[in-house]
């Protein structure tokens, strides 16, 4: 039997596997993790076949997808090399860590690529930022497309982009904003359902209407904000108050992290 194998049972492999199973992949999938009670919980849940053997969970890929945190990467690489050398796509999913240095970690004939896919992949609708390494064939590259294109969006990016899209794209963007924005709405009157009800559709549904309609973003926001209006009153403060500088703080402070992650 050959698998899409994982190596890491933490969140992202479990919201993979689980929109993975939603679309209908029925491929095998084997994950390989040191704690029992995380394997068991997938197994339960999503059908995976659990290996708590290292060895045996690598040969029996055709994929294999390295799901652990960044600094543990180095280490588990280290473990794999010891016994491993045959031709395999492995897909990383830690953040910071280059190509380069994946590729140094198991040389060839191993193939690398690098995938970024959001926790919303679990609902099917996700995004994933792609980057490959040399050597990969061109069914080689179709088959990780197609394994997270079954889960949401795919984006083929240079490396050089990808910590900026790290820190861009995830959901946790959406879960801060609605949690600050309902925070604010209760501590002006609102009761706290309500709140949600309002902050969810001014952030959910305004963005959904951009994406499915055919404005450009500056009209919209000006279609929201009519001058000397009540919205209008609302941006001007937040873009006085540093909102802008602020959210570009962060996405910095973010970079810094995954340049930290790199050097591990």
């Known amino acids: ?10 969140r992202i492999t479990s919201a993979l596997v689980a929109g993975l199973r939603l679309a209908g992949y029925e491929h ?11 394997l068991q919980e997938l197994k339960r849940r999503h059908r995976v076949i659990v290996e708590d053997d290292l ?8 994929l294999l997808i390295v799901a652990v945190r960044p600094n543990s990467v180095h280490e588990l690489l280290k ?10 796509t492995v897909v990383s999913l830690a953040a910071g860590i280059p190509l380069s240095k994946l590729q140094a970690g198991l040389g060839w004939p191993v193939r690398w690529a690098r995938a970024m896919p959001s926790p919303v992949c679990r609902s099917g609708r996700g995004l994933t930022a792609l980057t490959f390494g040399s050597g990969l064939s061109h069914s080689e590259r179709s088959i990780v ?45 609102l009761d706290r359902k309500t709140a949600l009800m309002a902050a969810a ?22 279609e929201a904000a009519t001058p000397g209006g009540i919205a209008e009153a609302v941006m001007a403060d937040l873009d006085q108050a540093g909102y802008r500088r602020i959210v570009q703080n962060g996405l910095r402070a973010g970079i810094k992290r995954a340049q930290q992650k790199a050097n591990v």
């Open 145 to 189: 497309r197609n394994l997270f294109a079954s889960v949401g969006a795919v984006m083929e990016i240079p490396e050089k982009q990808f910590d900026a899209f790290t820190v861009t794209y995830s959901s946790s963007h959406g879960y801060h904003a609605l949690a600050a924005l309902a925070g604010a709405a209760e501590a002006i009157g």
């Open 55 to 62: 060895r045996k969970a690598v040969e029996l890929a055709d």
């Open 201 to 222: 559709h001014a952030l959910a549904d305004g963005i959904a209407a951009w994406r499915a309609g055919n404005l450009s973003l500056p009209k919209l926001l000006k």
């Open 28 to 38: 095998p999938i084997v994950v390989h993790d040191r704690h029992s009670k995380k």
């Open 1 to 10: 039997m050959k698998a899409t194998v994982f190596l890491g049972g933490g």
């Open 79 to 88: 473990e794999i090399t010891e016994h491993f050398r045959r031709r395999l």
